[in-house]
Structure formats: C-alpha cells, structure tokens
C-alpha cells in the first residue's frame, strides 16, 4: 500500500478530517486501511500522533487501484499537558488487511529509510519474538519461525 498525497485541516493543535489517497501495490485486493499520523511542532521536534482505522467500513481495494482513505475524525494534540502547535502532519500506512484475512504491517526493513524508526515502537509481534529469543535462545526463536 503506497500513500500517494493527503489533507487535513488543522488548527493550531487541533486536525481534522485527515485523509489519504493511496495505492495498492499488492497483487491482492484490500479490505482494510490503517493509518498513522505524526506531527510536528514549531521547533521541528516530531511526535507519533495516532493509528486510527479507515473510516469507510465497506473499502474494497483491488490491485493497481487508488482509494481516498477518510477519517472522519478531530484529533487533538498536547505534550507533558501542553498543547502542541502543529506545524507539520506525516500520515503512513500502519496496518493493511487483505481481502483473503492476511495482514501487513511495515516492519523494521520498511522503516528504515524515514524517521518512523524511532518513532514507532516494536508490534506486539516483534515484541512476543523478542522475548521468545531473550528467555529461550535462538533454537526456540527459529523453531516458533518455522511455524509460519
């Protein structure tokens, strides 16, 4: 799933109806979008914002095809109690669900190359492997691996 452009409105630390056109690069048709907003204050200083679902329950989106991801929503920012005047806004795509119930999510590999790295925190799923690997070795790790 590629984000192609987006909008939202935002008023000092307040955003509103964010939205997101984005392409499905897969060879499979989706069914669901989440995306991931970050923010930036005036000092350059960014924060991951929110993961919210795609407001449209009914999105079907074929191979090859664009969609307007809509959230239908006003988020509202603020640090240590203090509002953050938002300058910035980043949308990603967090999460894709697959027509055939198989899910993606960006793994280190596809964060690599921004700053969501050090922004996002590990999946639950990469957090359960790390543990995995840190209790019982790495003969335990690939064994669960080979599972899949």
Do not use: H
Request: cysteine-free; glycine content about 8%.
């Amino acid at each position: 799933m590629q984000p192609r452009n987006g909008w939202a409105q935002v008023t000092g630390n307040e955003i509103r109806a964010p939205r997101v056109e984005v392409r499905n690069a897969s060879g499979s048709p989706v069914k669901y979008v989440e995306l991931g907003w970050l923010v930036s204050d005036r000092s350059g200083q960014q924060y991951m914002a929110a993961s919210l679902p795609a407001s449209d329950p009914e999105l079907y989106l074929p191979p090859g095809k664009t969609a307007k991801v809509l959230q239908d929503t006003a988020l509202r920012f603020s640090r240590g109690g203090r509002p953050v005047d938002v300058q910035r806004m980043t949308g990603f795509v967090s999460m894709v669900e697959f027509a055939d119930g198989k899910v993606w999510v960006p793994n280190q590999e596809d964060l690599e190359g921004n700053s969501l790295r050090r922004l996002l925190a590990p999946s639950a799923e990469e957090q359960r492997l790390m543990d995995l690997y840190k209790r019982k070795g790495l003969a335990a790790l690939v064994e669960e691996l080979q599972k899949y």
